[in-house]
């Protein structure tokens, strides 16, 4: 057997439908969004707060992952991606056995019509394991990232709880809604990486989150330096270089799409990390890489609505 043939067989573990660059890519655009949040986010948040912090914000960030994961797989996918129950949620069932996940990536209820007539069904050419490890990732880091607005206030304990229940009850919601097939996607509202769907939902979440909990103590608001500024930095390394992952990943497919996103998002995220400390250097005289980072923070999350 010579190597272009190789390529060609068709096996059971080669299909017809598998496009083994559209898989490939989408794996590896899952890794890196899973790399923001573990190791990423987890090693910003313990070194951007104060010391007695570290832990307690590192774990809250490790818990959530490992949590996230759990919880998509025995109910939340499908409730996010599956047949409809409502017109803003699907109907929560496992997403683990063999013969669902080895079949080829559908989002049922993505069924629409075209300007020709034509209706088409959202169909990536990979297996849905795929499918629910991408959105899995995408889960993950948007409940990580609302604990960013507790670090500091929040018991463990309280944490443990509130992210399975959040997830269910809100994560799954906006995601049905605008990209499962949901009542906001047939009225043709379009998020392409998660601008409604994780950072607008994850960052009204996390000031009500914040409001309910209460402010951290007056000496502590007074006084917040992070206890390891180079750490912060590498935390904040893994999160730029991750999202390439985060925008390339949301054609499901490995096409100019995907291309384009991934230059925009690092552009963008170059252009506000530069304009956010030249506002520093204006208004208070010093650059300063807590600014740059949130800059870098701020960009990135800016174009991910619109990266492709």
Same mark, same amino acid.
């Given at each position: 057997?010579? +190597?272009?043939?190789?390529?060609?067989?068709?096996?059971?573990? %080669?299909?017809?439908?598998?496009?083994?660059?559209?898989?490939?890519?989408?794996? *590896?655009?899952?890794?890196?969004? +899973?790399?923001?949040?573990?190791?990423?986010?987890?090693?910003?948040?313990?070194?951007?707060?104060?010391?007695?912090?570290?832990?307690?914000?590192?774990?809250?960030?490790?818990?959530?992952?490992?949590?996230?994961?759990?919880?998509? %797989?025995?109910?939340?996918?499908?409730?996010?991606?599956?047949?409809?129950?409502?017109?803003?949620?699907?109907?929560? +069932?496992?997403?683990?056995?063999?013969?669902?996940?080895?079949?080829?990536?559908? $989002?049922?209820?993505? *069924?629409?019509?075209?300007?020709?007539?034509?209706?088409?069904? %959202?169909?990536?050419?990979?297996?849905?394991?795929?499918? $629910?490890?991408?959105?899995?990732?995408?889960?993950?880091?948007?409940?990580?990232?609302?604990?960013?607005?507790?670090?500091?206030?929040?018991?463990?304990?309280?944490?443990?709880?509130? &992210?399975?229940?959040?997830?269910?009850?809100?994560?799954?919601?906006?995601?049905?809604?605008?990209?499962?097939?949901?009542?906001?996607?047939?009225?043709?509202?379009?998020?392409?990486?998660?601008?409604?769907?994780?950072?607008?939902?994850?960052?009204?979440?996390?000031?009500?989150?914040?409001?309910? %909990?209460?402010?951290?103590?007056?000496?502590?608001?007074?006084?917040?330096?992070?206890?390891? $500024?180079?750490?912060?930095?590498?935390?904040?390394?893994?999160?730029?270089?991750?999202?390439?992952?985060?925008?390339?990943?949301?054609?499901?497919? +490995?096409?100019?799409?995907?291309?384009?996103? $991934?230059?925009?998002?690092?552009?963008?995220?170059?252009?506000?990390?530069?304009?956010?400390?030249?506002?520093?250097?204006?208004?208070?005289?010093?650059?300063?890489?807590?600014?740059? &980072?949130?800059?870098?923070?701020?960009?990135?999350?800016?174009?991910?609505?619109?990266?492709?």
């Amino acid at each position: 057997m010579n +190597a272009s043939t190789a390529y060609e067989q068709v096996s059971p573990a %080669v299909p017809s439908w598998l496009n083994k660059g559209d898989n490939a890519w989408q794996m *590896t655009a899952s890794t890196l969004v +899973a790399l923001q949040s573990m190791p990423g986010l987890v090693i910003l948040y313990a070194s951007i707060v104060k010391k007695k912090w570290a832990v307690n914000s590192a774990f809250m960030a490790l818990y959530a992952f490992a949590a996230v994961l759990i919880c998509w %797989v025995l109910l939340g996918y499908r409730m996010a991606f599956g047949d409809e129950l409502l017109p803003f949620w699907g109907k929560g +069932a496992p997403a683990l056995g063999q013969k669902y996940l080895l079949t080829r990536a559908r $989002v049922p209820e993505s *069924t629409h019509t075209l300007e020709d007539g034509t209706r088409e069904t %959202v169909e990536p050419w990979y297996p849905m394991a795929s499918l $629910v490890y991408f959105q899995f990732t995408f889960a993950a880091i948007t409940l990580i990232l609302l604990a960013g607005s507790v670090l500091g206030r929040m018991n463990i304990k309280a944490w443990m709880a509130f &992210v399975p229940l959040w997830l269910i009850f809100s994560y799954t919601v906006g995601a049905f809604s605008l990209w499962g097939g949901g009542f906001l996607y047939h009225w043709g509202v379009i998020d392409y990486s998660g601008g409604y769907v994780i950072h607008l939902s994850s960052g009204i979440a996390g000031l009500t989150a914040a409001y309910w %909990v209460g402010p951290r103590l007056k000496s502590d608001r007074e006084r917040f330096p992070p206890n390891n $500024v180079l750490l912060m930095l590498a935390g904040a390394g893994l999160l730029w270089m991750g999202w390439s992952g985060f925008n390339g990943g949301a054609p499901y497919a +490995a096409n100019i799409d995907a291309s384009i996103a $991934v230059l925009n998002t690092n552009v963008c995220a170059a252009t506000s990390l530069l304009v956010w400390t030249s506002l520093d250097v204006v208004y208070f005289g010093k650059p300063s890489v807590i600014g740059a &980072v949130q800059g870098m923070m701020t960009g990135l999350v800016c174009i991910t609505p619109g990266a492709g």
